[in-house]
């Protein structure tokens, strides 16, 4: 099935919450949810074994009766596989793509790639939405699939073994067990493949752990240079394993670790006077150049972010 795309604004909905980012790792317990009138969002942590390529199994419901609800994605350098369980359709506005609408039809899966720009998922009542979030690179791990088609899309997936195994059967129970024994299996069998595509994934897991390590506060000639790879093997490496060039994933790193900082700032003075800071010592130009890319990736100003999270009004992983 080909994607399609209306080219009208998004519905109108009411953004409620933002999914947890996954750039850096995180620690949440084995089941993170979030409950209201208009919807429930449950997350899974995968098995140990698993954690080096997946950062989570999840669930999104929106009872019978509802209005759509929306839900801001930000860009954190993952991938997932969606599976639409319900009756009703779901929609992706990715921001890149100004006014595209890209429907989740219900009993289809679907890839969504590495994001550029926040986006807004909307679902429609009876919507079950269930999901696989990769970490960078994770997806690739797996499935060998070039990421860049999926970039800031969202693509028909076909995974006759798995999208059983993703199906909402009226409970929880069990969910995360089956697909941990999905992927333990599917691990070793990609442990199997050509050297060359392991040395692919090596190269991209010493990029990243290094960018992770210097906060996204490193050119790409210097972490070619760290990494022993040419600009050009660097920019395929990238390309294969999350669709982006490194220069736009290290600018991601650096804006997951603002969120990171931002989510520490109880203590500052004003919502100003931490951001200066944050900005000084990231190597953003000024407090405008961190503030505009923010936006591009978060939707939402730093300021703001920052008040919700001294107020108490942000529950941890969704804002």
């Known amino acids: 099935m080909s994607k399609i795309a209306i080219g009208v604004s998004i519905l109108p909905i009411s953004v409620q919450c933002i999914y947890p980012t996954c750039i850096h790792s995180k620690t949440f317990s084995r089941e993170d949810c979030y409950r209201s009138r208009a919807m429930s969002y449950i997350e899974y942590l995968p098995a140990k074994d698993l954690q080096d390529h997946l950062d989570a199994y999840w669930i999104r419901k929106t009872p019978p009766g509802q209005n759509p609800t929306g839900r801001r994605v930000y860009a954190d350098g993952c991938a997932d596989l969606i599976l639409n369980t319900g009756t009703s359709t779901a929609w992706f506005n990715p921001m890149a793509r100004a006014g595209d609408i890209i429907p989740f039809d219900p009993g289809h899966m679907y890839l969504g790639g590495t994001m550029t720009e926040y986006g807004v998922v909307t679902a429609s009542a009876g919507c079950i939405l269930t999901g696989i979030r990769f970490r960078p690179g994770g997806f690739y791990a797996f499935y060998r699939q070039p990421m860049a088609p999926a970039v800031d899309s969202l693509l028909p997936f076909t995974d006759p073994s798995l999208q059983p195994l993703m199906e909402y059967k009226h409970s929880e129970e069990n969910f995360a067990p089956r697909l941990d024994t999905y992927f333990i299996a599917k691990k070793i069998a990609a442990a199997e493949h ?51 060039p490194p220069k736009e994933f290290i600018r991601i790193a650096r804006f997951q670790e603002v969120l990171s900082r931002l989510r520490q700032t109880e203590t500052a003075v004003t919502p100003r006077e931490s951001l200066l800071r944050i900005a000084f010592e990231l190597g953003y130009h000024d407090h405008a150049h961190l503030t505009n890319e923010f936006k591009q990736y978060a939707g939402i100003l730093p300021s703001e972010l920052s008040r919700f999270y001294k107020t108490g009004i942000a529950s941890g992983n969704y804002f």
């Open 194 to 244: 050509s050297a060359r595509t392991e040395k692919t994934r090596d190269d991209f897991n010493t990029a990243y752990k290094t960018i992770l390590l210097t906060k996204g506060q490193i050119s790409v000639e210097a972490l070619s240079k760290e990494c022993h790879m040419s600009r050009r093997t660097m920019e395929r490496v990238f390309k294969e394993n999350v669709g982006i």
